[in-house]
């Protein structure tokens, strides 16, 4: 029998890394919340959670070392989760209250105010996955997952025109407007929604994460 999968969780102090510590401690991780920068390298799996601010979260992440540490685990094809304000600082910026804060830029797109009649958009919604995903396989389409934000990425532009390079997969949900849910690109994937909070859905969403490291 093969040992549990290493998984950190990245502590720069934004988001519930105790609930993402129980649910993949939950689907059989060895897990650990540190932000131990040879701890964070070298683990199997990088979990980089987030809530509030973006800007806050990027001057957290920054001084913790962590946008570092997440450029170096991808450039060298080390797999990298983000949740929530996790997802979205890998985008290239954030716009809140008419500020802009650059990201991580690990994809092209701008974080900006959902335009729905209810904001935050808060609790249960199902999502359109990507074909062929591998983070959404064994999850039925009328699965609901448990969101709470009020900033999101509404247009995707990346584009792969090299057919060498596989384009990622990009899974929309819908609230007010369509955004984007979640992606899986390479080693980098991310969701919009907590996994940690969707209960049996996102422990199968995690183990599909698990499964890959």
Not at 66 to 78: E, F, K, P, Q
Not at 87 to 103: D, K, N, P, S
Not at 161 to 180: D, L
Not at 196 to 204: F, P, R, V, W, Y
């Amino acid at each position: 029998m093969s040992a549990p999968k290493k998984v950190v969780v990245f502590d720069y102090g934004f988001g519930n890394v105790r609930s993402a510590e129980r649910a993949l401690a939950h689907v059989g991780a060895d897990v650990e919340i540190t932000g131990d920068y040879e701890k964070a390298m070298n683990a199997d799996g990088l979990l980089v959670p987030g809530v509030g601010a973006f800007a806050a979260c990027m001057q957290g992440l920054r001084a913790a070392r962590g946008d570092w540490i997440v450029g170096r685990r991808l450039s060298g094809g080390r797999p990298v989760m983000g949740i929530c304000v996790g997802m979205q600082i890998l985008f290239e910026r954030g716009i809140e209250h008419g500020v802009a804060t650059e990201g991580l830029d690990e994809w092209p797109g701008l974080v900006e105010p959902l335009k729905a009649d209810v904001v935050p958009h808060m609790g249960w919604n199902t999502v359109t996955p990507a074909e062929d995903s591998q983070l959404f396989a064994g999850l039925g389409a009328d699965t609901r997952y448990y969101f709470v934000h009020s900033y999101a990425v509404r247009e995707w532009s990346l584009e792969v025109t090299n057919p060498n390079i596989r384009a990622p997969k990009v899974t929309w949900a819908t609230h007010g407007e369509p955004f984007v849910a979640a992606v899986e690109n390479g080693p980098l994937w991310a969701t919009q929604f907590h996994p940690e909070k969707s209960g049996d859905a996102g422990a199968q969403l995690l183990t599909n994460w698990i499964g890959t490291l």
